[in-house]
C-alpha cells in the first residue's frame, strides 16, 4: 500500500521560512517523480513544485520560482519543499504527490498517489 504523509506546516510570518517533509512508502520511491500542489481556500489546487528521479529535473510554478527548492533523499523516500520568503499569498494546504515517470507534471490527474495535506499559514 501506498503512503504519502507530508509534515512540517505551520504559522510563520511573512518574511520566514518552513521546510515541508513527505514520507514515502509502499513502492520504490527512486523510480517516481514527485510534486507538490497546494489549495487556499475558496481556490482551485495548483502546481508547485516537482522534481524527476534525478534531483536535476526539477520545475516550479512562476509564483514560487526563487523562493521554493524542491528536493529528494531516496535513501530516505522522502521528498522536500524548502520554502523561503513566504508571503500570505502562500497560506494554503500543500499536498505531495507520486507519479510514475522520469519527469514530474504540472498536471495534477498525472499523479497516482497523494497525502493528506499539511497546513501552511503565514502572516502579515
Known amino acids: 500500500q501506498v503512503q504519502l504523509v507530508e509534515s512540517g506546516g505551520g504559522l510563520v510570518q511573512a518574511g520566514g521560512s518552513l521546510r515541508l517533509s513527505c514520507a514515502t512508502s509502499g513502492r520504490t520511491f527512486s523510480r517516481y517523480a514527485m510534486g507538490w500542489f497546494r489549495q487556499a481556500p475558496g481556490k482551485e489546487r495548483e502546481f508547485v513544485a516537482s522534481i524527476g528521479w534525478s534531483t536535476g529535473s526539477s520545475d516550479y510554478a512562476d509564483s514560487v520560482k526563487g523562493r521554493f527548492t524542491i528536493s529528494r533523499d531516496n535513501a530516505k523516500n522522502t521528498v522536500y519543499l524548502q520554502m523561503n520568503s513566504l508571503q500570505p499569498e502562500d497560506t494554503a494546504v500543500y499536498y505531495c504527490?507520486?507519479?510514475?515517470?522520469?519527469?514530474?507534471?504540472?498536471?495534477?490527474?498525472?499523479?497516482?498517489?497523494w497525502g493528506q495535506g499539511t497546513q501552511v499559514t503565514v502572516s502579515s
Open positions: 504527490a507520486q507519479r510514475a515517470g522520469l519527469y514530474g507534471s504540472r498536471q495534477g490527474s498525472e499523479y497516482d498517489y
